[in-house]
Nanobody, 126 residues
Framework: QVQLVESGGGSVQAGGSLRLSCAAS????????MAWFRQAPGKEREGVAG????????YYADSVKGRFTISQDNAKNTLYLQMNHLKPEDTAMYYC???????????????????WGQGTQVTVSS
C-alpha cells in the first residue's frame, strides 16, 4: 500500500500561484502513473494532470494547459503541481493518486487509481 500526503494548498487571489506537493511513502510500483485530480463543490472529480513517471510523459486537462505543470522527483518520492495564473474556477480540493503504469486506462480515469491522498484545499478569489 502506498501512502500519499498532499500539501501546499491555500487561499490566493486570481492571477496568483501555488505549488502543490504529494509525498509518497510505502511500497511504490516499479513503473507507475501519478496524477492530480480536483473536485469543486457540486461538481464531479476531474483529472487535472498526469505523468508517466518512468518516461516523464505528461498530460493536462484543457482547462489548465499552459498554466499548470506536473512534475515528479523520484529521489524524493514527491509529485508536484505548479499552478500559475490561477482563476476562481480552479477552486477545489486537489488530490493526488497513483496506479500501476500498465493499467490500460487513460491517465484521467478516476477509478483506475487504487491509492489516493487526503487532499489539499485550493481557494482562488476574484
Amino acid at each position: 500500500q502506498v501512502q500519499l500526503v498532499e500539501s501546499g494548498g491555500g487561499s490566493v487571489q486570481a492571477g496568483g500561484s501555488l505549488r502543490l506537493s504529494c509525498a509518497a511513502s510505502g511500497d511504490t510500483y516499479s513503473t507507475y502513473c501519478m496524477a492530480w485530480f480536483r473536485q469543486a463543490p457540486g461538481k464531479e472529480r476531474e483529472g487535472v494532470a498526469g505523468i508517466y513517471v518512468r518516461f516523464g510523459r505528461t498530460y493536462y486537462a484543457d482547462s489548465v494547459k499552459g498554466r499548470f505543470t506536473i512534475s515528479q522527483d523520484n529521489a524524493k518520492n514527491t509529485l508536484y503541481l505548479q499552478m500559475n495564473h490561477l482563476k476562481p474556477e480552479d477552486t477545489a480540493m486537489y488530490y493526488c493518486a497513483i496506479r500501476e503504469y500498465g493499467s490500460g486506462a487513460s491517465w484521467s480515469v478516476e477509478h483506475s487509481y487504487p491509492s489516493w491522498g487526503q487532499g489539499t484545499q485550493v481557494t482562488v478569489s476574484s
